[in-house]
């Protein structure tokens, strides 16, 4: 069996609270019908967060099915098979379930319940994709607390009909414990152990962490491009489509697996996607910005920059005393040219004394307090007190948490829908 694992597409995000992505987007969907052409996967297997929000706009929905149908006309012999992730609508993604069979394209939103006997008759084959002569999918999608049990169940059941002993691939959308630290997911919410995914899988095809790497190969964390030929079981992440903020500097990519048998061997060869856009920190090196002046030639010289797209952040001297708001200039000077220089706000200051935290402390009424319904303004509003704060990573987090959230929620829901 041949596949192409790749997941957290993350479709519909507007970074900076500005820049949609959507060009970003159909550069990465560009690599990746290139690849499905030249490697002729039996599936292209997605593990979560197709898109950004719970609710995506009905133009990320409508890139969405672009995508997949041009994936469909491309390589028509290639199973397509997609699960929610926790950015995502369980219920929304599948309500075109049916729809989207006819094109041999398998989505799974909506996770089993946890309790066994609370499933029909039947239930494992919501979860199982075979491919003919080639294997089996086991695809569970995002679900919260544990799903041991069921998991197993839908193992043994592909166990039952494997008689041929073709290769077995699971997807799941988890943190799994023995990942590498590097991540801007919030992991300790939910850790789950590997032993929670059951036996009899050759490749866990995971998402939800977006640096590639393989569980449990510590030379894999370090160079994560490195092509890999490991004995079954292997779990891996593929990692995500875009780099979805600044902290994530490693290279991303696809992975194209191969496993001759099940209990056999696993072939991972990572492909690594071109960024369209890159994220920098100015200047790169040496001091930081000290004046107005030097910020706006750092800045005109990254937009004159042939070489350079992308978004980029700036390193400033807490003692500047600025005439002019600094964000307003550097919105001045990339004016016209946001294709090419897109501006991060959150702005990294250095060389904070005692002093200057006194002197650059903000004082807010009762009706400022009042009127903060994002648990961020505030700290927006005193970033400079806090130079080594990320608040890239921390919008990222809060965004998260509210997702996950928002699922449980939504999961509820759905299983009293199902048991009433």
């Known amino acids: 069996m041949r596949i192409i694992h790749t997941a957290d597409w993350h479709i519909g995000q507007i970074i900076y609270q500005y820049y949609d992505r959507e060009e970003e987007h159909q550069h990465f969907f560009r690599q990746l019908s290139q690849w499905c052409k030249n490697e002729q996967p039996d599936a292209l297997v997605v593990s979560g967060d197709i898109f950004d929000t719970a609710l995506p706009s009905a133009i990320a929905r409508r890139f969405y099915t672009e995508q997949i149908m041009h994936l469909r006309q491309e390589c028509p012999e290639m199973i397509i098979i997609i699960i929610a992730g926790n950015h995502d609508s369980a219920s929304r993604l599948e309500a075109e379930k049916a729809l989207w069979n006819y094109a041999n394209v398998y989505v799974v939103g909506i996770a089993p319940s946890s309790d066994i006997h609370l499933l029909a008759d039947g239930w494992q084959e919501n979860y199982i994709v ?108 593929s990692g995500s489509a875009l780099h979805v903020n600044a902290s994530e500097q490693v290279p991303h990519s696809v992975s194209v697996v191969e496993i001759d048998r099940h209990g056999g061997n696993v072939h991972i060869r990572p492909l690594r996607i071109n960024e369209w856009m890159h994220f ?79 002197s650059t402390e903000i004082t807010f009424e009762v009706e400022d307090f009042q009127q903060m319904t994002d648990p961020l303004d505030f700290i927006r509003k005193t970033i400079n007190q806090y130079p080594q704060l990320d608040v890239d990573k921390l919008e990222e987090d809060f965004k998260r948490i509210s997702e996950r959230v928002r699922q449980m929620e939504e999961n509820k829901n759905t299983h009293k829908k199902e048991l009433s």
């Open 130 to 237: 075979e491919l003919p002569n080639k294997g089996y999918v086991v695809a569970m999608p995002f679900y919260n607390g544990s799903r041991k049990e069921v998991i197993q169940k839908l193992l043994d059941y592909v166990a039952e009909r494997n008689t041929t002993q073709l290769p077995v691939v699971e997807l799941a959308h988890q943190w799994v414990q023995g990942m590498t630290t590097w991540g801007t997911e919030i992991g300790n919410l939910a850790e789950k152990g590997i032993d929670e995914f059951g036996t009899g899988y050759d490749y866990l095809a995971l998402g939800h962490i977006h640096k590639p790497h393989t569980i449990g190969n510590e030379e894999d964390v370090v160079s994560n491009l490195s092509e890999q030929v490991l004995s079954s079981p292997v779990a891996r992440y």
């Open 280 to 358: 920098y920190t100015l200047p790169q090196t040496g001091d930081a910005i000290g004046s107005e002046e030097q910020l706006q030639q750092v800045v005109q010289a990254f937009v004159n920059d042939h070489n350079k797209r992308g978004y980029f952040r700036l390193r400033v001297k807490n003692s500047i005393q600025w005439k002019n708001d600094p964000d307003k200039l550097v919105e001045q000077i990339i004016e016209g040219h946001e294709d090419k220089a897109r501006f991060n706000p959150q702005t990294i200051y250095e060389g904070i004394e005692t002093e200057q935290k006194q």
